[in-house]
């Protein structure tokens, strides 16, 4: 008996803790956060917040896993999910429905909560392979289905007068590609992601694949038509087995909210998140770029009213 009120005190005290950035009557009975494939960032970095938030706030923090970018984009607008890491084109376009959204129109109902880290428009090919015109004819990933990588390789192609007809495509994640490349069925792949990406380190070191660089006035090209890229370099030796810098280009990773989250559930999630910066980097290294002045920086979507109050105080 007294063994029980012990446990029965312990566990108040737990709640209430825990639970003191939030009122209990606005806290929502559990959270999903859509994330992505096992081997990209997003569903490690997901995954380490999804468990610091459970402890802090005391309800269930479910992590679901997709394709990337648009699946969330769609688990959102579907009320499957209340978070979302997606890339900054993707929400934008899902905004305002256009480009790939054109058919299902603009979807307003969520907002940025904070810009994360930048992802890299990397493209890892066989060594033999010098640059993105030699990949025609060649059996090529563009990302997975439902991803927001998908995009950026039909766009750097478009860069390249190229499309999938001059390509042999598949649709396989950073995973699948990884091992479809080792067995030699597929002769390079595309992957949008924070740099490092574990799933490419775990490639590179037998120095048989080489990144490929998007030359300078395709990139410009490609930016003025798409305004979210930016121009970006891999610094050599981020990889080990690539001992050459890399030019290419960049999007950005932002974690979307609903609307229908309160603006106490969002600032006090953020306040959560930049808290546990460094708690989280120890999983995933890209949430060593947290920082409130890049947070809301050069976000196409409105702030969510909780990003707000947490950045600006009102
Ligand atoms: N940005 C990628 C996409 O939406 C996913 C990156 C990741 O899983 O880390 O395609």
């Known amino acids: 008996m007294r063994k029980t009120l012990v446990v029965l005190s312990a566990l108040l005290f737990a709640l209430l803790i825990g639970n003191k950035l939030f009122n209990k009557t606005e806290l929502p009975s559990r959270l999903r ?40 984009i769609h688990l959102l607008r579907n009320g499957r999910a209340d978070i979302a890491f997606v890339q900054n084109d993707i929400m934008i376009y899902a905004y305002e429905g256009i480009n790939i959204f054109s058919t299902e129109g603009p979807f307003k109902d969520f907002s940025a909560a904070s810009g994360l880290y930048p992802e890299i428009c990397q493209i890892v090919a066989r060594r033999d392979i010098d640059g993105i015109p030699e990949l025609k004819g060649k059996r090529v990933s563009v990302g997975d289905e439902g991803s927001g990588t998908e995009l950026n390789a039909l766009q750097i192609l478009g860069a390249y007068g190229m499309s999938y007809a001059d390509i042999d495509v598949d649709h396989l994640s950073f995973g699948a590609s990884v091992s479809a490349f080792k067995e030699g069925k597929i002769d390079a792949f595309f992957c949008t992601a924070g740099v490092p990406t574990p799933a490419i380190s775990d490639l590179t070191a037998d120095g048989q694949v080489r990144l490929l660089s998007v030359g300078d006035a395709h990139a410009r090209s490609l930016i003025s038509q798409y305004p979210f890229y930016s121009r970006q370099t891999i610094p050599r030796d981020t990889y080990p087995g690539v001992d050459d810098e890399t030019k290419t280009v960049a999007v950005k990773a932002v974690l979307v909210v609903s609307n229908g989250l309160s603006e106490q559930v969002v600032s006090g999630l953020l306040k959560i998140l930049f808290e546990a910066r460094e708690e989280i980097a120890k999983t995933s290294a890209d949430a060593d770029n947290l920082a409130p002045e890049s947070a809301v920086d050069g976000l196409p979507i409105p702030l969510h009213r909780g990003a707000e109050k947490y950045f600006f105080g009102n």
């Open 33 to 72: 956060i859509a994330t992505g494939g096992e081997s990209g960032v997003y569903y490690a970095y997901g995954n380490a917040f999804a468990g610091i938030l459970e402890k802090r706030m005391n309800i269930p923090v479910i992590t679901i896993p997709s394709g990337g970018s648009v699946e969330n």
